[in-house]
Every structure is written in structure tokens, then in C-alpha cells.
């Protein structure tokens, strides 16, 4: 297939030249928590994914200001500066050399997220969507949200997601230069639909979530199922939606992201993001079910839980899980 590099994939999308139109420019977006996972790439460079991904997006943002620098890029993350050797440092650097109108442009970066540092939700996608935002003011590109999508996806994947609130679908695409891979909104919300984290560990990951994906991809023997299950679960997710059937919808929900980790476990050298209390964590799930409570989970990569649930069962599932943490929603 052919490859395409990451400046020609932004060329695609950004226009000819471009400077500041203003002085500085904040944007915010939103977290967003995958119902059907993104895992696994088509194109490394790009961030092209294998499947489609569906997700849903929180009331917890990042928001980024864009100024112009003097002598070399400077970055705070929550008023502190990010140490130039720091890997977010050094993959957000390689995000605004996309942007860099020269080599002697220098941008100063000013993020700061309203999510709870310890609450173990990422904000990769959140932070490369509001600096995609805001760099779109900043040098007045007049980019359309289908363009927004595909440039913040080039900073992290699940970030092509984040330009949006709501209900969202990330399509893969199928084109080498990924300007068919964007997001699009699903267009109905379910009010009545809750969301609380099960922060077990705020421990840093053994492994990076970019590191786990290419080694399930390239040496999971049950990765080959995974494509299919995705699709499966998505339509699963999306007609639970459409028809409030939460238990079509949890169902869905729970075996996408088992699936997702049991294409960890079977990956050489294996990867396993769980801890004891994320096992019990899970019983207690299934325990409760039995007992009638309309409870379902999804997890990232990393042993952290985060509980799906409807409005009227809200009290019962607080009495199984006193310590979770509910988060609003955000349509
Ligand atoms: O966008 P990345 O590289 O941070 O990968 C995100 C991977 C998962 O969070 C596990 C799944 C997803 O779709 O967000």
C-alpha cells in the first residue's frame, strides 16, 4: 500500500501558507470514553485504525491556549512546564511541527484540564483536540469539523473524537492519506444514561496503550476475531441507543472491551492492564446483575473501571460501589 507521511497527510488539510490571525486563541473539548473500542492500526504514522470506534463524551474538558514564542516551543500542563525531554512534550512538539508556518515559528502552549488528576481518565484525546481547535483560530484556517477530526486524529487517535460532544463515531476510512477517517456525531442522546469511575490505581501504565496496540496487532492470535467482533458491537451499541435497550446496549459495551483485553492477554509477550481489585471489581459487576441491578462496565487500557448504568438504578449502584465516582455526560 502506499505510505503517506504525516506532513503530507496535513498538507492535505491545512491551506497553502497560513500566520497568526490574532494574538492568542483558547478552544476547549471534551474527554471521551469508547463504548467500542479503537484498537489497532492500519498506519502507524497516520493513526489509521483497523475498525471503526464509538464513544461517548464527558463533562471533564481540556482547554488549550495558542500564543506565539520567541526562541522554542514552551508547554504547562495545569501552569506547569512540561520538561523538553518529557514524552508529551516531545509528541506534542511533533504535532505542532504540523502547524509551524516556519522552522524559526515557535508556538507557547498553555493546557489545563478540569479533569481530576487522580479520576485515571486520559486526556490525549481532550488535549490534541482543543490544540487542534485552538491552533484553527489562532492561524484563522476556517477549517470545516470533518477536517478538525482528521488533524487532531494525526496527534492521538482517539482525539479525532473529542471534536465533538455527545454520541460519536469514529469511520475508519479506507483512503492511504486518511482524509476519510474523521469522526461524525450519532445523532441521539439517551438523558436517562450514566457514567461513574472505578479508579482502582493511579499508577503510571507498564505499558503504553500505543505500545500495547502494536503488539496485540502484530502477535495476538485472537486479534484476527477483532475486526468482525467491532463491527458486531458497534451496530449492537448504536440500535440499543436508538431503541433504550440498555441491556443490548451494556451487553455490547462490556464484551467490546473484554474482547479488546483479551487480545492483550493472548499477545506475545502478554500484556494484562489488571490488578486483583479490577477482578473483584468485575465480580462484583456480574454479582450485582444477578441481583437485578442493570450494571455494565467498559475499561480502557489500564485497570480502571468505569460503570454504565440508567438513572433509576443510580442508588443501587452506588450501594455496590460506595467509592465510584459518578461523571456527567455531555450531549
Ligand atoms: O488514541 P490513543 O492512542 O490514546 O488510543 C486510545 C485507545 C483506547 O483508549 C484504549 C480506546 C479508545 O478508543 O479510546
Redesign the pocket.
Known amino acids: 500500500m502506499q505510505r503517506i507521511d504525516r506532513k503530507s497527510a496535513a498538507a492535505i488539510l491545512l491551506p497553502l501558507s497560513w500566520s497568526p490571525v490574532v494574538e492568542s486563541a483558547t478552544a476547549s473539548a471534551p474527554v471521551?470514553?469508547?463504548l467500542?473500542?479503537?484498537?489497532g492500526k492500519r498506519d502507524e504514522e497516520l493513526?489509521l485504525p483497523v475498525t471503526d470506534?464509538f464513544?461517548v463524551a464527558l463533562d471533564h474538558h481540556t482547554t488549550t491556549t495558542v500564543r506565539q514564542a520567541i526562541a522554542s516551543d514552551d508547554i504547562t500542563l495545569n501552569s506547569i512546564p512540561l520538561p523538553t525531554d518529557s514524552p508529551f512534550y516531545i509528541r506534542c512538539v511533533k504535532f505542532l511541527d504540523l502547524a509551524r508556518p516556519s522552522p524559526s515559528f515557535f508556538f507557547s502552549i498553555a493546557t489545563t484540564n478540569t479533569v481530576p488528576t487522580a479520576a485515571g481518565l486520559?486526556s490525549?484525546?481532550s488535549g490534541f483536540a482543543a490544540l487542534t481547535l485552538a491552533l484553527n483560530t489562532f492561524f484563522g484556517w476556517n477549517l470545516n469539523r470533518q477536517k478538525l477530526s482528521c488533524l487532531a486524529r494525526l496527534g492521538?487517535?482517539?482525539?479525532c473524537?473529542s471534536v465533538y460532544t455527545g454520541f460519536v463515531r469514529?469511520q475508519k476510512g479506507s483512503s492511504p492519506d486518511g482524509s476519510d477517517s474523521y469522526a461524525i456525531p450519532y445523532d441521539d442522546w439517551w438523558p436517562e444514561l450514566n457514567l461513574a469511575i472505578l479508579m482502582l490505581s493511579p499508577q503510571e501504565k507498564p505499558i503504553s496503550?500505543?505500545q500495547a496496540?502494536r503488539l496485540t496487532v502484530e502477535t495476538s492470535p485472537v486479534y484476527a476475531l477483532w475486526p468482525e467482533q467491532v463491527v458486531k458491537d458497534t451496530i449492537a451499541i448504536m440500535t440499543g441507543i436508538r431503541e433504550r435497550n440498555f441491556p443490548a446496549f451494556g451487553q455490547a459495551v462490556e464484551r467490546n472491551a473484554l474482547m479488546?483485553h483479551a487480545t492483550m492477554f493472548t499477545s506475545t509477550p502478554p500484556v494484562c492492564y489488571w490488578l486483583e481489585k479490577t477482578i473483584s471489581s468485575m465480580n462484583m459487576v456480574w454479582q450485582a446483575r444477578k441481583q437485578g441491578v442493570e450494571l455494565y462496565f467498559t475499561m480502557?487500557?489500564g485497570p480502571n473501571i468505569k460503570l454504565l448504568y440508567l438513572q433509576q438504578d443510580a442508588q443501587s449502584v452506588l450501594s455496590y460501589f460506595p467509592q465510584a465516582r459518578a461523571v456527567t455526560l455531555l450531549p
Open positions: 471521551n470514553i469508547a467500542a473500542k479503537y484498537w493513526h470506534s464513544s486520559a490525549s484525546a492521538s487517535g482517539s482525539a473524537r469514529w496503550s500505543r496496540m479488546m480502557d487500557a
